[in-house]
């Protein structure tokens, strides 16, 4: 993993404000002095609610990656026993998932969180499961030695909780807060953990998490907050242009998708992206935004953006192939050079039809969508604009010959120079 560039471990403050990565904060001027005297044990918490942590988590992710970067303890909690729970939330109650089910997420979330940070060294990044100290406790002792610490009053206030009041909240969501609260002490007792982040949704959750600590015996503990990511034009980060969620998991989201998800930013969006996402320097984000706003057809930012978080989510060379798709599919390169894998995502992400058989360019293209008509792809061929793996065609209605698929079964159909689309022969 490279070294951040911070110029030390008390200007990392300094440098989350300027990303735009503080809303929250219990002192920060204690907090400035706390890091100045590192370093400092920290926590971040996933609960395990899904098979995968979506581009939202990221923030919490490359946010406790950059601590660690100005030397800094990572405690990276995958939440075995509040994922059996969930965080309350207003749409209404969530459905219980199996302690297997929950178990298995456990694994699948610590898998794709560790390659992100350092596991040896003075500052090396630890990672633990809150259902090793929650599981034991019984009953009486977690309403004695934990529950009685929390005052109802400071419970209803919760913003989410009071949303939920009129609808119905079950005692087992509003016990949330005391479970994640109990986690920070835990953690401070075990590994000495002084300081929490999290998003700003959990900002009343985490500073129960301070005041139960003190209310314990403990001083000197921290606590920050992100601000939420939201698009420029108001919509929901986090979600593709088809309104899909973007994973973390590859099985779930691509690294073709997510490379295109990051590519496809708005220009409104992505020097704000950029502080949030990248490990770049000011002066290197600065010079992307100026770039971007003198000529944003080169999409800089997107591509410098979108290289950077497929390398570090999935690989150089997963990366690579993305690039080489990408250009691929616009004739910029050879497709014979694509993984099948990648491949498939890319037509996917563009839109694949599955056929039976090989039909003529005309079906072809009518029923992959580039085409209304059959008499509208026929037009197409006849002005030289339709493509077969970057061939042109010049008869509509000949049969697409065996020998051009892709891997035995793939073939990319692009009309123009920008429209594309995919066909699969089913086997």
Request: proline share 3%; net charge negative; hydrophobic share 40%.
């Amino acid at each position: 993993m490279r070294c951040a560039t911070i110029d030390g471990v008390t200007d990392i403050l300094d440098d989350l404000q300027w990303r735009g990565l503080l809303q929250d904060s219990t002192d920060l001027d204690e907090l400035r002095k706390h890091l100045a005297e590192g370093p400092v044990t920290f926590y971040v918490g996933f609960d395990p609610t899904a098979p995968s942590l979506q581009v939202g988590n990221l923030v919490q992710v490359l946010t406790a990656r950059r601590l660690q970067q100005a030397g800094n303890i990572p405690v990276l909690l995958v939440g075995g026993a509040t994922g059996l729970i969930g965080d309350p939330k207003a749409e209404g109650e969530r459905s219980l998932n199996s302690e297997e089910t929950v178990a298995g997420w456990v694994d699948k979330i610590r898998r794709q969180v560790e390659p992100f940070f350092e596991f040896e060294g003075a500052n090396a990044a630890r990672m633990v499961n809150n259902l090793d100290w929650t599981s034991p406790l019984s009953a009486i002792e977690f309403l004695r030695d934990v529950g009685k610490h929390f005052p109802v009053n400071q419970m209803l206030a919760r913003e989410v909780v009071k949303a939920r009041l009129e609808s119905g909240i079950s005692f087992t969501e509003f016990a949330y807060q005391i479970l994640q609260s109990h986690d920070f002490y835990q953690l401070h007792e075990r590994y000495g953990v002084t300081l929490q982040h999290g998003g700003s949704d959990q900002w009343g959750n985490i500073i129960a998490g301070v005041d139960f600590n003190r209310r314990k015996g403990v001083r000197g503990v921290h606590a920050f907050t992100t601000p939420l990511i939201t698009r420029a034009d108001g919509t929901k980060f986090g979600k593709s242009a088809e309104g899909m969620s973007v994973w973390m998991d590859a099985g779930m989201t691509s690294p073709y998708a997510f490379y295109q998800f990051w590519f496809n930013a708005a220009d409104a969006d992505i020097v704000n992206y950029l502080k949030v996402f990248s490990f770049r320097s000011r002066e290197e984000i600065e010079e992307l935004a100026k770039e971007t706003a003198e000529r944003p057809f080169a999409r800089a930012g997107q591509r410098a953006l979108a290289e950077e978080l497929t390398t570090l989510l999935h690989g150089k060379d997963e990366c690579e192939q993305v690039i080489t798709a990408s250009q691929a599919l616009f004739g910029r390169g050879a497709l014979t050079d694509l993984a099948p894998s990648t491949l498939r995502s890319a037509l996917a992400e563009a839109g694949l039809v599955e056929v039976d058989e090989l039909p003529s360019v005309a079906v072809l293209f009518k029923e992959s969508g580039l085409a209304s008509s059959l008499g509208e792809a026929r037009r197409a061929v006849a002005e030289g604009g339709a493509y077969v793996n970057n061939e042109r065609m010049t008869d509509a209605d000949a049969p697409v010959s065996a020998e051009l698929l892709l891997h035995g079964r793939y073939l990319v159909l692009r009309r123009g120079k920008k429209t594309i689309a995919g066909a699969e022969l089913r086997k």
